[in-house]
C-alpha cells in the first residue's frame, strides 16, 4: 500500500510539473510576441531619409537596375559606369561629336564584317554570325506604358504645384529650379548626365551600408530646418494675405 501511494504522489507530482511547464512555455512564448511586437512598433518609428518605408533596393525600384546601382555584381556596375565614363571622355574631353563618332564606328563594323565575310572562304574560317534583332511588340508595350504613367504624374506634380496648394512645395521647386540654373551654367548637359550617373553608382550602395548613421543625422538636420522655417513662417509667410477664392469655395 505504501508503494502504491508513493507512486500514485510521484505521478501527481510529476503532472504538475508537467502544467507549469506548459505554463511558462505560454507566458514566455506570449511575452516574446509581445516583445516582437514592441521592437516593430519601436522600428517603425526610426526616422528614415526622404520618410521612405522600404528598403533602399526597393526604393530603386528592385530588379537589375537596383542590382546595377547597389553594385550586386561588381563585374556589370563596374562595366555600365566604365562604359558611361568612356561615352564621356569621348564627347567631353576629345570633343567628338555624336553622328560623326556613330557614322565612324558603322564604317568600321561593316567593313570589318564585309571582309569577313568574303575571306572566310579562301582563310578557311566560318563566316561571321549576325544575329537577328527583333524587338518584341510586348517590351515596347510595357515601356510606353510605364513612360505614360511617369509623364503623366509628372504632370499631376506640376498642376498642383502650379495650383498653390502647398507653398512649401512652390518654395522648394523654385529653390530647386535656381540652383539647377546655377550648375547649367558652369557645366554643360553632358558633365551633368555624367555626374548625376556616377552619383547613381556611389551614394546608394553608401547609404545603404551606413544608413543607420546618416538618419540619425538626417534626423538631427531635419529637426533644424522645421524650427528654422517655422520661425520663418511666423515672422513672413503667415502675414502674406490669402487670397478670398478659397474661402468661397469651402462656402
Same mark, same amino acid.
Given at each position: ?12 507530482? @510529476? ?14 512564448? @506570449? ?6 511586437? +514592441? ?24 530588379? +537589375? ?10 563585374? $556589370? ?12 571622355? !569621348? ?12 557614322? %565612324?564606328? @558603322?564604317?568600321? @563594323? ?12 579562301? =582563310?578557311? $574560317? ?8 527583333? !524587338? ?30 502647398? =507653398? ?51 534626423? +538631427? ?7 528654422? %522655417? ?5 515672422? %513672413?509667410?503667415? +502675414? ?12
Amino acid at each position: 500500500m505504501a508503494e502504491h501511494e508513493g507512486q500514485r504522489e510521484s505521478a501527481a507530482e @510529476s503532472l504538475v510539473d508537467k502544467i507549469t511547464e506548459k505554463i511558462s512555455g505560454h507566458d514566455s512564448s @506570449s511575452s516574446s510576441d509581445s516583445d516582437n511586437e +514592441k521592437f516593430d512598433a519601436v522600428k517603425s518609428k526610426i526616422f528614415r531619409l526622404f520618410g521612405r518605408e522600404k528598403p533602399v533596393h526597393k526604393v530603386l525600384g528592385g530588379g +537589375k537596375p537596383a542590382d546595377v546601382f547597389l553594385w550586386r555584381n561588381t563585374k $556589370i556596375s563596374a562595366g555600365v559606369l566604365g562604359g558611361a565614363t568612356t561615352v564621356w571622355v !569621348l564627347f567631353e574631353l576629345l570633343e567628338y561629336h555624336l553622328i560623326t563618332l556613330v557614322c %565612324y564606328l @558603322s564604317i568600321l @563594323s561593316l567593313a570589318v564584317l564585309f571582309l569577313w565575310s568574303n575571306t572566310s572562304n579562301f =582563310l578557311n $574560317i566560318p563566316p561571321p554570325k549576325i544575329p537577328e534583332v527583333v !524587338l518584341p511588340e510586348q517590351c515596347v508595350r510595357e515601356v510606353a506604358s510605364m513612360l505614360r504613367i511617369e509623364i503623366n504624374r509628372g504632370f499631376s506634380v506640376l498642376r498642383d504645384i502650379a495650383s498653390g496648394r502647398d =507653398l512649401k512645395k512652390v518654395l522648394a521647386v523654385i529653390a530647386g529650379l535656381w540652383v539647377l540654373s546655377l550648375i547649367g551654367s558652369c557645366i554643360n548637359i553632358l558633365t551633368l548626365l555624367y555626374i548625376s550617373f556616377v552619383l547613381l553608382h556611389t551614394v546608394p550602395v553608401l547609404y545603404e551600408k551606413h544608413e543607420d548613421q546618416v538618419d540619425a543625422y538626417s534626423e +538631427k538636420a531635419w529637426i533644424e530646418i522645421k524650427k528654422q %522655417y517655422a520661425v520663418f513662417d511666423e515672422k %513672413y509667410l503667415s +502675414k502674406i494675405p490669402k487670397g478670398a477664392l478659397k474661402g468661397e469655395k469651402k462656402d
